[in-house]
């Protein structure tokens, strides 16, 4: 890494800590520009600014209270993940391994991906069931360099962020690609 790089990827890692934000390449391009850097081909990688991150949750995150207050959350948002893979199990939902690559905090969203159901059943089903929802889009990575719009719906439990993605069933099952390293996503075991 270049030593533009690795003062984007502080920065970065500086916003994201202090924020609580998982939006790796905004925190990327904003840091970028209060440096005055403007050659994309000097910015950091995801992973790169994912180890400042660590360094700095390592520095100030840890502490022994830190480090509890840690572990309830992990209990606390596994608990409401659970919650809701109990409301939707009947389309038989896989739940993203939200520890496989990033750090838990109050804006990873529980993210469910759906392969046996349509897009509208699973709106219909919402809606008979009373789960508030908003519908949403963004772009996923499904191959290397397959970046594609996807809509997806948002909800929340106790106040974390819900996504609900729909893949399409007659298409063999793809598994989107993490950004960070690049591999497909992990799915956590339920």
């Known amino acids: 890494m270049t030593t533009s790089g690795k003062k984007i990827a502080i920065k970065a890692a500086q ?49 022994q209270s830190d480090l509890l207050e840690s572990e309830n959350f992990k209990k606390f948002w596994f608990t409401n993940a659970l919650k809701f893979v109990k409301k939707v199990e009947i389309f038989q939902p896989y739940l993203v391994d939200p520890l496989a690559n990033s750090i838990l905090n109050p804006d990873t969203p529980i993210d ?13 089903f919402l809606i008979d069931k009373k789960i ?23 909800s929340h439990i106790e106040q974390i962020p819900v996504r609900l993605f729909v893949f399409d069933m007659n298409k063999p099952a793809i598994r989107p690609i993490n950004p960070i390293d690049q591999k497909p996503v992990r799915y956590y075991q339920l």
């Open 132 to 154: 508030n929802y908003q519908l949403k889009e963004m772009k996923l990575l499904l191959a290397k360099q397959n970046l594609v719009n996807i809509a997806y719906f948002e």
């Open 112 to 124: 469910l991906h759906f392969f046996t159901i349509t897009t509208e059943e699973l709106a219909i």
């Open 15 to 63: 916003f994201l800590y202090e924020t609580g934000s998982s939006n790796f390449s905004f925190a990327i391009n904003k840091s970028a520009k209060q440096l005055n850097i403007t050659n994309p081909k000097l910015f950091p990688k995801q992973n790169e600014v994912l180890i400042e991150l660590k360094i700095l949750n390592d520095l100030y995150g840890c502490g």
